[in-house]
């Protein structure tokens, strides 16, 4: 039977937090509860960074040192000690967005296998992860996606970024690190599914070394999952997949009301839900086939996973599931997960300020929109501040 109050114990959720840190939290997210403030907050800062002001300081000390392991992966280091101390692993995140040249995407690329160098060393990393477009402009994507012939120079531009993501899968497979390659807007998606099932095909034979990711707000996403995993057992290699909600869905509204299409997104959040929970029960259920990583937030999703597994007798250490969350969220999740032996990871966002701002903006709007989970967040960090009689 799995304990449905699992979630509620704050003394092992933030088990790691100072009383400072626990207070700073908790002013934090009263903020980012305030629609006016992190739109106003958002929109001096992107200012105060264009202009150049000294504002980092104030960033960092503030959202950036919540959110993220620090500004490069060295910084992370004692982040990730320090979550290893209660197993709690990490996946390290180069959340550099929006780039556009090749020397750009050479640097990421270096980055990610610097990372997974790295983590061939430490056990507290089994998992990297990157995003297609941090390999390659959006613009190309979209234009596969459509189906849309490249010109010579596009095509050149296309083979180097299979060769980044090539480079990266082949390296994984030799340190034996998982690779999660994130989920985007749909209209660049199909493109990026076919290249990393194309990296399936080369490096998931006997064990997943790479995972796609299947947004459950989409509604259609179970059906690709369906027809992978019959592709996957005719050729003969294993499917990885990280389920996640999706974290672009008032961008995917508005521009199929914008163009006139109808929209890929699910009419409501039940549907959402319904459909998340049902790709997490197919893949429990074919986990023979099919290995999973499952980032989210939400409570009841993770309870339901714990039940499936208990169902179909997977252990707590089965080294095909895993859960994810964010870094300096939900924390009771991830620590109440682990402390009962379930593989959790935190993603750590790391890079130069202004670079990971984009991140950290989703991140502040994502929980001033969700009010739920900044509610239940406060909820939570206040009952650990009265516990502590703080
Ligand atoms: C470890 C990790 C990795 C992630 N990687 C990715 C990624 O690669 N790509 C990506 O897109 N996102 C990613 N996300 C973000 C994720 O998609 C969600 O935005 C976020 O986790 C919130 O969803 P939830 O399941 O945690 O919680 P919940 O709070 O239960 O769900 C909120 C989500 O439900 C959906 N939703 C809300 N309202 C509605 C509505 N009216 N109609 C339909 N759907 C609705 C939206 O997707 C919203 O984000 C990741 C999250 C985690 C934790």
């Not at 095509?155 to 180097?160: A, K, L």
């Not at 194309?198 to 034979?205: L, T």
Request: hydrophobic residues 35%.
């Amino acid at each position: 039977m799995i304990d449905h109050s699992l979630f509620e114990n704050t003394d092992t959720a933030f088990i790691l937090k100072s009383d400072s840190e626990l207070e700073r939290a908790y002013f934090l997210f009263k903020m980012i509860s305030s629609q006016p403030l992190v739109r106003i907050g958002t929109a001096a800062t992107n200012f105060a960074l264009k202009a150049k002001l000294p504002v980092e300081g104030l960033i960092r000390s503030t959202v950036f040192d919540h959110f993220c392991g620090g500004v490069s992966e060295d910084d992370c280091l004692s982040v990730i000690d320090n979550l290893f101390t209660e197993k709690v692993s990490s996946v390290l995140d180069y959340s550099v967005e929006g780039k556009e040249t090749k020397d750009q995407f050479d640097n990421a690329l270096k980055k990610i296998l610097k990372i997974i160098r790295f983590c061939d060393k430490k056990e507290a990393m089994p998992i990297v992860v990157f995003k297609p477009t941090g390999f390659g402009r959006f613009h190309l994507f979209q234009k596969k996606t459509k189906g849309v012939d490249f010109t010579p120079d596009e095509q050149e531009e296309w083979d180097r970024i299979v060769g980044r993501f090539d480079a990266v899968c082949k390296l994984a497979k030799e340190k034996d690190v998982e690779v999660l390659i994130d989920g985007e807007e749909s209209w660049m998606q199909t493109a990026a599914d076919d290249l990393v099932e194309e990296m399936m095909r080369r490096y998931n034979k006997e064990v997943p070394i790479v995972y796609n990711t299947l947004q459950a707000y989409r509604s259609n996403r179970l059906d690709y999952l369906k027809q992978l995993h019959i592709r996957a057992k005719k050729i003969g290699f294993k499917v990885g997949m990280k389920i996640v909600r999706g974290a672009y869905m008032e961008k995917e509204r508005k521009r199929a009301e914008e163009k006139g299409y109808a929209s890929p997104i699910c009419e409501n959040k039940k549907a959402t839900d319904d459909n998340f929970n049902a790709t997490l029960s197919y893949i429990l259920e074919n986990l023979k086939d099919i290995s999973i990583f499952i980032g989210t937030h939400n409570e009841d999703s993770c309870y339901l996973a714990m039940e499936l597994m208990e169902k179909y007798k997977i252990t707590k250490q089965d080294n095909n599931v895993w859960f994810g969350q964010l870094y300096g969220m939900s924390d009771h999740i991830s620590f109440n997960l682990a402390a009962s032996g379930y593989n959790v990871a935190k993603y750590i966002p790391f890079g130069p300020v202004k670079d990971v701002m984009p991140y950290l903006i989703r991140r502040a709007e994502e929980n001033t929109s969700v009010a739920g989970q900044t509610n239940r967040e406060l909820a939570l960090l206040k009952t650990e501040k009265k516990r502590r009689k703080l």
